[in-house]
């Protein structure tokens, strides 16, 4: 087993951290299907590549993805608005739809099948290669960095928008880098884990998390344990009774909840009565 | 213990030994795909345990790895692949993290199925314009009944190579599959022999090899280009091409999109017959020769 699961365990230890930090943000502002919006605009971004004959895995689809990544951050942040009718999720729908289709266009017209383009976006964690993982380790410490130097700005504007306005600040610039990071983060993450993997990450724990403890910290430690547990409890049945990894760990992370939901309800329940 | 219960015991133990014993004897084998599996199980009999990595009713592009086969990977003797890039979205991660150097190119434990043999439609120039090819030509050349006594000569060779006490049985076993498939090409070929020069339809571009081998002309596709679902437009080029040529089915495997091949089949007054590329995608068809069989009836049947 060891083996075989190394690399998949190394991914579930070292890489989750920091999705589950995004997660508190992502589940506080609400907008729970940017990951997946997110990912897909840069899918767009290897379709355009592929249209234009590049090589997949050279520098250029690279730039060409991370600036369609870009693009989304920077829809995502006009569209942010401080009081709208439009809720945010709609403008997330749309713009995962929207790209979603147009990746359907472009391949029609680029005639490239979608085996290679799958593969390039869509990573299976059994898989990993170290090289992956560790370059996808160090851009999450960079990120980490980012997101610990500037921490203040970003939680102010995340959990408290009314307070990060009135205080004048450029709320949308902020939602700018934020989104951006993010992006890239996921779009990384995604190439290594595969889109089940990274939506489960980095809203089951935050939701674990908030649903058990009241302090950000708390709830940033609870989430880790969870992603933790989740991770490598899901690669072990994964290899017990022979299962595609990543849906098992996203199965094991649902039993997670269900079981932590009743035990916070169990708590409510008994301060109560 | 009493001694008939002792007795009992230490047969039971002999047993076990040589049970296990005889399971050591055994050459491990992995095959990517049902078809290369279904010859290796005939040409290894009961020296060989075959793993098979996809499921016959899978799309063997794209293949779901699952832990265990990198497990069976590591433990390989040998490793059956076509060698025609058809498993190149899938395979080589598996193979980079199995680690396994006895089944590395150019080792006996390895057999690429396609070396040696002439694929068709190999691409004069590679460019992305022209879709989902593959550089070393069409992948999907097993459903030849000639080509596949060549892969068994290739599977034969590999284990006398890694098992060479048992080599004598796998070279009888090999000339005993070679008999059998010049013995039913002469009756698929007569069965088939009415409906010589027709055109066929196919989803997906996989039967150049079966329509040379027994007299179709397959070159109608479903897909627009190979990988591309099929666009309103081309579906309509397609009928009329139907309409024109009287083309009379249409070939589909278990995972294409049926409900496409039956639109157009009402459209044209064709039919619908189910292919598969591999034993165990069809009932009836444990073998590779159950699997031709069961080809060339459905297709009479159809043009009948």
């Known amino acids: ?273 | 213990m009493k001694p008939n219960s002792l007795t009992k015991t230490t047969a039971a133990i002999c047993l076990c030994l040589t049970t296990a014993l005889t399971a050591q004897a055994r050459i491990n084998v992995v095959a990517t795909l049902p078809d290369f599996g279904a010859v290796a199980r005939e040409i290894g009999g009961n020296n060989v345990d075959v793993t098979v990595l996809a499921k016959p009713t899978e799309d063997p592009h794209f293949v779901d790895a699952r832990p265990s086969f990198v497990v069976k990977l590591r433990a390989a003797d040998v490793l059956i692949d076509g060698g025609a890039e058809l498993e190149i979205g899938w395979l080589p991660p598996l193979l980079q993290n199995a680690r396994n150097s006895k089944i590395e190119v150019g080792r006996p434990g390895r057999v690429q199925a396609s070396q040696g043999i002439r694929l068709m439609e190999v691409p004069a120039q590679l460019t992305r314009a022209a879709g989902d090819v593959h550089a070393t030509g069409n992948p999907h050349f097993m459903v030849d009944p000639i080509i596949a006594k060549a892969v068994a000569a290739h599977i034969a060779n590999a284990f006398a190579a890694v098992d060479p006490a048992q080599a004598a049985e796998y070279r009888t076993n090999e000339q005993k599959f070679e008999t059998t498939i010049n013995a039913r090409l002469q009756e698929w070929g007569a069965k088939l022999l009415p409906y010589r020069g027709q055109s066929l339809v196919a989803y997906h571009d996989s039967w150049p090899y079966f329509g040379h081998r027994f007299g179709f002309n397959v070159s109608v596709f479903l897909e627009p280009k190979p990988g591309i679902p099929p666009s309103p437009s081309h579906l309509a080029e397609v009928i009329a091409q139907m309409k024109a040529q009287k083309i009379k089915a249409i070939i589909v495997e278990p995972y294409h999109n049926r409900k496409i091949a039956e639109k157009v089949a009402q459209s044209t007054g064709a039919k619908v017959v189910d292919f598969a590329q591999f034993p165990g995608a069809l009932p009836g068809t444990d073998n590779y020769v159950q699997l031709i069989n069961k080809l060339v009836n459905n297709l009479a049947a159809a043009l009948k």
């Open chain 1, 1 to 273: 087993m060891w083996e075989v699961m190394f690399w998949p365990i190394v991914v579930c230890v070292l890489l989750p951290w920091l999705l589950v930090y995004l997660g508190l943000h992502v589940v506080r502002r609400g907008i729970i299907f940017i990951d997946i919006a997110m990912a897909q605009m840069a899918s767009l971004g290897i379709c355009v590549a592929v249209l234009l004959h590049l090589r997949l895995d050279g520098w250029p689809a690279f730039a060409i993805a991370l600036g369609f990544t870009l693009l989304g951050a920077a829809i995502f942040s006009v569209t942010g608005k401080r009081s709208s009718q439009i809720p945010q999720e709609a403008v997330i729908g749309i713009s995962y739809v929207v790209a979603a289709a147009a990746a359907v266009l472009l391949l029609s017209r680029a005639a490239e099948g979608d085996e290679e383009i799958k593969n390039m976006l869509v990573g299976n964690i059994l898989l990993v290669s170290p090289l992956d993982v560790w370059k996808c380790f160090a851009l999450f410490l960079l990120v980490g960095i980012v997101h610990f130097l500037l921490r203040r700005t970003f939680l102010l504007v995340s959990f408290d928008r009314d307070a990060a306005y009135e205080r004048g600040w450029r709320v949308r610039w902020w939602d700018f880098l934020f989104y951006a990071l993010f992006g890239l983060v996921v779009t990384s993450f995604v190439r290594i884990a595969g889109v089940l993997l990274i939506f489960s990450y980095l809203i089951v724990p935050a939701v674990c998390g908030i649903n058990l403890a009241d302090s950000l910290g708390k709830r940033f430690l609870i989430g880790c344990l969870v992603a933790l547990i989740g991770g490598i409890g899901g690669l072990f049945l994964s290899f017990q009774w022979d299962l595609p990894s990543g849906a098992a760990i996203v199965c094991t992370f649902g039993v997670l909840l269900v079981l932590l939901g009743a035990i916070g309800i169990w708590r409510r329940c008994s301060a109560s009565g």
